[in-house]
């Protein structure tokens, strides 16, 4: 179980939770969605995929906008709750810090 990171530097990211082997992502997943997109709504971390909920089409089409997002390699993602439901907790696997880093400076570019 992760340590939730309230204020993560000057950023307010309640999506993001650090490991010890990497962070979890916490958001909601639009399906046949007009456009891909990743954004934050308030507090909330939101995709929106073309690609439809089945056959995991929809998982696997927010790992690939995750990745492209996050420069990250597709190999650190993985659903790990929700995986037929809106609302996912993602994983993604690697060093914690670089990781919200990474994620921050997305956040701070988007946000």
């Known amino acids: ?9 000057a950023l307010n990211t309640p999506f993001l939770r650090r490991g010890r082997s990497g962070v979890t992502v916490e958001l ?8 891909t997109a990743l954004e934050i709504s308030g507090d909330v971390l939101k995709a929106a995929v073309t690609a439809p909920p089945e056959n995991g089409k929809a ?17 650190s993602f993985a659903v790990i709750k929700g995986a037929t439901s809106r609302d996912k907790t993602v994983s993604v696997a690697g060093d914690p810090q670089m990781l919200v880093g990474r994620i921050e400076e997305w956040v701070k570019q988007h946000g």
Request: proline share 6%.
């Open 28 to 35: 909601r997943v639009q399906p046949r969605a007009r456009r």
């Open 59 to 75: 998982n696997a089409a927010l790992v690939a906008l995750l990745t492209e997002s996050w420069r990250l390699p597709k190999s």
């Open 1 to 9: 179980m992760g340590v939730r990171l309230a204020n993560v530097g």
